[in-house]
């Protein structure tokens, strides 16, 4: 009688527990819910479409501010012991992303094994065709592939793939030379050679493609674009900072028709003239102070828009402007990297294994055009090995080529106060008490570690 009381006493506080644990996730659902009626409007009901609509158009930080929101309930649906309502809500997710002809988890799966191949075996940046050819071989673009079989799907001829593929040899383009094409499967030559044609046309002046192909592009840039932006919220919730910097020009690059970040400059100063606006031009400033371990550190971004819109500047611009139409707003991703290579192409741990640099820190930044300058702050806990670090600071357009910046700036870990008084005067001297380092500091300006130091790896904990 006694077990049998014990029993029903444990099942009622599981009864309990449930019932708490699904009143909680209610609450955060409720909080959830209530911020983006805000956004969508009072007394319009949240239809899936129109939550669509109104998400396309929210500015970087609106969708940060959405984000803040439902991290609550994102964390106790993921943390919690919810593996029923999880399963059920993935495959309502797949299922509704089918439907609509977007990505699914298994092209994330997909994206996930190529990325982590590459960063297994270096810490290099890593190339746009890898990139690319990632995204052109996933189940997504696949499928699309396989549809040119039926008569009403849009078709890429055999003569029309052969001819930008003899336009990529001519250019030595990378991937077509030298046998580097040989053995790739019919659908991811078909759809890479598109891709690459989006990116080239301008100086593929000889090809010229029909209707049916013409249709068949406009359909694959249109995905790949979907995919690259899937891969780059991946990255960043990873933390896989080379992989995320890649695919923002890779996402610039297939957005604008242009196929480098440094030769395709004008040409991407004359596709924004044509439609009233200037190139970005920036000016990034970045400092830390220095700390002690286990402290906050604390990187101070400024960036200035020197191409910064005047007053007859934004008036002429906004007389460019048909009826309904909004004033444009830049987009610009700030991404600080914890350097662990100094320079170096890879960055090995003692165990052989090669350990990649860290994101430690992101932002989305959508200033307005005549918005003189963009400020942001990072912020993460100092590690404990005493010595400097160096991070760099990245400024990213996704949406623009030719126009990123970056600045390296380095902090010091200083001894614990009680180790430094008991230190003798040189270590003193060495370290002192804290003070700002890193102002103006240009990427070549930071001293390097030694080859044989290790340099301490810097963790944080980061929004997904």
């Not at 002690?292 to 400024?302: F, H």
């Not at 320079?343 to 990649?356: E, F, I, L, W, Y």
Request: hydrophobic share 35%; glycine share 4%; with cysteine.
């Amino acid at each position: 009688e006694k077990e049998t009381s014990i029993e029903d006493k444990k099942t009622v506080a599981e009864k309990e527990t449930s019932i708490e644990d699904k009143k909680t996730v209610a609450e955060k659902e409720a909080k959830f819910l209530a911020a983006l009626q805000q956004l969508v409007g009072k007394d319009i009901e949240l239809t899936e479409d129109k939550v669509r609509e109104v998400i396309a158009t929210l500015t970087p930080e609106q969708r940060a501010e959405l984000c803040a929101e439902g991290q609550d309930l994102r964390e106790e649906l993921v943390s919690g012991d919810h593996e029923e309502e999880m399963q059920l809500f993935r495959s309502e997710l797949n299922n509704r992303a089918e439907k609509h002809d977007l990505p699914v988890e298994k092209d994330g799966e997909h994206l996930y094994k190529k990325i982590t191949s590459f960063m297994q075996q270096s810490n290099s940046s890593i190339p746009h065709l890898y990139v690319l050819e990632s995204a052109v071989s996933s189940p997504y673009l696949v499928k699309l592939a396989l549809t040119e079989a039926r008569e009403a799907s849009p078709r890429a001829e055999p003569a029309d793939l052969d001819a930008i593929e003899a336009e990529c040899v001519r250019l030595k383009i990378p991937g077509w030379c030298d046998g580097e094409a040989d053995g790739r499967p019919p659908f991811v030559r078909r759809n890479l050679l598109l891709i690459e044609y989006q990116m080239n046309m301008t100086r593929m002046p000889s090809v010229q493609l029909g209707k049916s192909a013409g249709m068949a592009l406009a359909e694959l840039a249109a995905k790949v674009r979907r995919l690259l932006d899937m891969l780059f919220k991946f990255c960043l919730q990873n933390r896989w900072v080379k992989a995320a910097l890649t695919v923002t020009e890779c996402q610039a690059m297939v957005l604008n028709g242009l196929w480098d970040q440094n030769e395709c400059r004008e040409l991407m100063r004359t596709k924004l003239a044509d439609n009233g606006l200037k190139l970005p031009k920036l000016v990034l400033n970045a400092r830390a102070a220095d700390v002690r371990p286990k402290e906050k550190v604390m990187i101070k971004v400024e960036v200035t828009r020197v191409h910064c819109y005047t007053e007859e500047e934004m008036a002429k611009y906004k007389n460019t402007l048909t009826e309904g139409e909004c004033e444009t707003r830049e987009g610009w991703w700030m991404i600080a990297e914890s350097l662990r290579n100094n320079g170096k192409n890879d960055a090995t741990h003692k165990s052989g294994q090669v350990v990649p640099n860290a994101l430690v820190g992101w932002q989305a930044m959508g200033p307005a055009l005549d918005a003189p300058t963009m400020t942001c702050e990072f912020e993460f806990e100092a590690p404990e090995t005493p010595g400097e670090y160096k991070i760099m600071v990245h400024v990213r357009s996704s949406g623009t080529v030719g126009v990123d910046v970056r600045r390296k700036v380095s902090f010091q870990v200083l001894p614990t106060k009680r180790v430094a008084a008991m230190s003798s005067e040189s270590s003193e001297l060495a370290f002192g008490d804290p003070e700002e380092t890193g102002s103006g500091v240009t990427v070549d300006d930071v001293p390097p570690l030694e080859e044989h130091e290790e340099p301490p790896q810097l963790t944080t904990t980061m929004p997904n």
